[in-house]
């Protein structure tokens, strides 16, 4: 046979291998477009117009109808909605990343205002506190913030009205971040938490694809008749899947306060709750996976399709607060949400336990869910 025939003899061999091998299809045209799908509709709604700034109006100077005028202004304000909270509500919110801003109408504005537009008094102040991850959210609401009070002002400020548009406005609007943890978003330590969900994922992944090999070895047939009830089986598979990821979790994060001087901020007791439940989470999710999959090759590409669309939506390839709205509420059916989620909740943010029961408790709950779910899948053969 001349070279030309045994060249195109063996392309088409292995071009017909990689059409019947279902694995790399799946790894090669799946994957990517659907990664490309996602990206682009976050991106694609991100960048478009349809703003909508989370944010509540505190109203410290309720006893004048001008400051009345401009928190309904600010209510009515298409981008910002705001509704009305008093400033240790607000200051909650913002900490727990519920809102992005929060507008502080001080005591006396609208009558500080009105004189110094006649050059009678210092510029009143109002704040625009702001969740650490919303430093864009804050500006857009800063300029809102400010065409609003010219308008909700202008009867008080009558014929200074002209004036004060063109040569100053008669106020400040000052941006102040409020977290718990501090004025400052902290994207190492989200990147930290972010790559130890992916890579223990990751490690679900292998972990089925062991489980399966041991089962075309005959392993599972000897324990079988050992005899080895099939529930102790799995349940030794979740423990020491999970003692793994919490190894790993361990090791991360004293990797980060040495390298990087990530610390616990908040709560260490939920800190460690998230951090089983998320242990627990995946290694039943690797358990589950080996019961659908059958053979490791095919389990390999499936799970890494699986834990590639997960980490994304998760929150841990770039913040949730990046998501659209639609998506940050329809992500939340996604377990490893929580878990970055959580521990975000637990280190940069500073929070208490309360907010660390919440995604505990989900990823308790999807624990369950994986190992029960593959305890009735569960094949000795």
């Known amino acids: 046979m001349s070279f ?4 195109l003899a063996l392309v088409r061999k292995d071009l017909k291998l990689f059409r019947a091998d279902r694995r790399a299809l799946i790894v090669s045209f799946a994957v990517p477009a659907m990664l490309a799908l996602l990206f682009g509709l976050v991106f694609r709604s991100t960048s478009g117009s349809g703003v909508h700034i989370k944010s509540r109006v505190v109203n410290l100077d309720p006893g004048s109808a001008a400051s009345l005028r401009l928190a309904d202004a600010l209510a009515a304000d298409p981008l910002l909605a705001a509704l009305p909270a008093s400033r240790a509500e607000a200051e909650d919110l913002l900490q727990k990343g519920k809102i992005d801003v929060a507008l502080v109408i001080p005591e006396h504005f609208a009558a500080q205002t009105a004189a110094a537009s006649r050059s009678a008094g210092a510029r009143p102040t109002l704040e625009v506190l702001a969740d650490p991850t919303s430093k864009m959210e804050a500006g857009i609401a800063q300029g809102a913030a400010a065409r609003a009070v ?7 400020l009558d014929a200074d009205y002209l004036r004060c548009a063109s040569t100053g406005s008669p106020f400040t609007a000052e941006i102040r971040a409020v977290g718990a ?22 490690g679900a992944v292998d972990s089925a694809v062991g489980m399966l090999n041991e089962r075309q ?10 005899p080895l009830a099939r529930a102790t089986l799995i349940t030794s598979r979740l423990l020491s899947g999970a003692i793994i990821a919490l190894l790993v979790i361990v090791f991360l994060y004293s990797f980060g306060s040495m390298t990087l001087g990530i610390t616990i901020k908040g709560s260490k007791l939920g800190f460690g709750l998230v951090a089983v439940g998320f242990a627990l989470m995946a290694a039943a999710l690797g358990v589950l996976i080996s019961t659908f999959g059958k053979t490791p090759q095919a389990t390999r590409g499936a799970g890494v399709f699986i834990v590639l669309i997960g980490t994304m939506l998760s ?10 709205s639609w998506l940050r509420s329809a992500t939340l059916f996604v377990p490893s949400r929580w878990a970055v989620d959580g521990l975000d909740a637990m280190t940069w943010r500073g929070l208490g336990i309360d907010a660390a029961l919440a995604p505990a408790g989900v990823l ?8 029960g779910w593959a305890a009735t899948r569960f094949k000795w053969d």
């Open 4 to 7: 030309p025939r045994q060249l």
């Open 150 to 156: 010219m308008q909700a002002l202008a009867p008080e």
């Open 181 to 202: 943890g501090g004025d400052h978003y902290d994207g190492a330590a989200h990147a930290l938490a972010g790559m130890g969900v992916q890579f223990i994922l990751i």
């Open 217 to 226: 070895q005959g392993l599972f047939r000897r324990l079988r008749a050992a």
């Open 315 to 324: 929150g841990a390839w770039f913040p949730s607060f990046m998501f659209p």
């Open 364 to 371: 308790l709950l999807a624990a369950v869910i994986f190992g």
